[in-house]
């Protein structure tokens, strides 16, 4: 039972566990692989993010790892956004120690994250934003839970520039496996729009506890009724390529994502979003 927990631990719970935190949780963030500090869609990309066409709710359905599937559900209005975000597995093979012909069962590992972010600082040229999660992960009989803070600013340059500073994950875990590292972040980015073709570029460099260092390039496209994405991010040990786009009709908009990477045993990614201006 320990090998067997040992094993889940490295792999599946780096997945779905602490490291969840990392995934992009909406078809937007999964077609631009979370790339976009200095010009972010949503709070996972940057907290400072702020909703230029309204308040509205957004609901997910995230298809990550082989069996890994999770729902993503916000409301942002004003300054505020509440937000839940879980992911899951539950087919996993219980085998003890000895080897034996079957498996003794079948056991499963969830995930959830509720958040909250607050835009202290809402200004023309500068935004500064704070989200406060509070995640709760359970393998076999086995929990883990805490507390961690996002911090992040966007600053306008020019009609053009953007540079955007993030701070992730930093709090405290409490774990019955071994104590995890946080998988914090740090992050500096840029943008470049050119509103007038509708073109936006973007390029994040992250330091990671756990994945060292990322680069990452994004695309936006932006048309009256269709946007489209794409990004390259550069790991360590694996590398992501993402699309995706995003179909508006009045108050409503369809957004979907897929991500193709270097360790395709991972599988490939997908998410589709709802979104509802109100």
Known sequence: MK?????????????????????????????????????????????????????????????????????????????????????????????????????LGQFGLQFSCLSYRYLFNQQANQNIGLKVKAIYSKLYTDSMYGLLFDAGLTQKINKHFNIGLTLKNIGYINSDLITPTLPSEYGIGMSFNHKRIGVTLLSDLIYSQINDKAFKLGLIKNTKFVNFYGSFAKFETNQYLSTGFQIKYKNIAFSYGILFQEVQLLGIPQSFQLTVLY
Do not use: C, R
């Not at 916000?74 to 079957?102: R, T, V, Y």
């Open 3 to 103: 090998i067997l927990l040992f094993i889940l631990t490295v792999s599946i719970n780096w997945a779905i566990g602490i490291q969840a935190l990392n995934l992009p949780i909406t078809a937007e963030s999964l077609a631009l692989s979370n790339t976009g500090m200095a010009y972010p869609l949503n709070t996972s990309m940057n907290s400072s993010y702020q909703q230029i066409d309204g308040n509205k709710v957004s609901f997910s359905s995230n298809y990550w790892f082989e069996g890994v599937s999770g729902k993503t559900i916000f409301n942002q209005f004003g300054k505020h956004e509440f937000s839940l975000n879980s992911f899951s597995i539950n087919d996993l093979e219980l085998w003890g120690e000895k080897p034996a012909s079957e498996a």
